[in-house]
């Protein structure tokens, strides 16, 4: 079941090749890791803020995929950005980027949370348990082994999803993305049990 749903993590490779231009320019300008995680959290509060006002202007959900496009690759950047110029205080600027993350996460539903058209509840559950899922993928490495990216539903792919749900929420309606946010909270669940059969196979191996 696992390798029918789209891993979008699958392609990080591929996507960090057509960053590698705009990675030279940071570089280049000597703009810092934290600067360009920094602007993944903007780019997440006006997705937050696009999906709250599109009760009011539908036309904004047209918008959500564009800004979860350039949080997922501001994200890309910064790790890439601090691996070339191999920034001081790794450490701490990884705590920073793992943080910054969960804060954009916040951001992004808890704008759609507020909506008219959203279920409260349900928009509420998803993010606790995506926090939950992120936090196994952190503290795996705590625990000796790697940071746990692969999952079904990791940062990425929630981003896609929800841009394909604010596009068919405007073609169609805007009820639909609650359909879309069961989808993704019963993905993020099977993330959970993934991660931690995950986790214990690579642990176990040391």
């Given at each position: ?69 350039l949080r997922i690759a501001y994200n890309a950047l910064d790790g890439m950005v601090a691996r070339e ?8 600027g990884e705590v920073l980027n793992e943080s910054l993350d969960r804060l954009s996460d916040i951001c ?27 936090y196994l993928g952190i503290v795996s490495k705590a625990a000796g082994g790697k940071r746990m990216y ?57």
């Amino acid at each position: 079941m696992f390798r029918l749903v789209m891993q979008i993590y699958k392609v990080k490779a591929q996507f960090q090749r057509v960053l590698n231009p705009i990675k030279n320019i940071f570089i280049k300008l000597k703009v810092s890791p934290t600067a360009i995680n920094v602007w993944a959290v903007v780019f997440s509060i006006l997705m937050g803020l696009a999906f709250f006002y599109s009760s009011q202007y539908r036309l904004l959900l047209i918008a959500v995929p564009f800004l979860a496009f350039l949080r997922i690759a501001y994200n890309a950047l910064d790790g890439m950005v601090a691996r070339e110029t191999k920034a001081k205080n790794q450490k701490w600027g990884e705590v920073l980027n793992e943080s910054l993350d969960r804060l954009s996460d916040i951001c992004v539903f808890v704008g759609l949370a507020f909506t008219s058209y959203m279920n409260f509840q349900l928009v509420a559950v998803c993010l606790i348990v995506t926090l939950f899922s992120s936090y196994l993928g952190i503290v795996s490495k705590a625990a000796g082994g790697k940071r746990m990216y692969s999952a079904l539903m990791g940062k990425a792919d929630r981003m896609f999803y929800l841009s394909v749900a604010a596009v068919a929420a405007y073609i169609w309606g805007t009820y639909l993305i609650n359909y879309f946010v069961v989808f993704i909270l019963a993905l993020i669940c099977l993330t959970v049990v993934q991660r931690y059969y995950l986790i214990k196979k690579e642990l176990y191996k040391k």
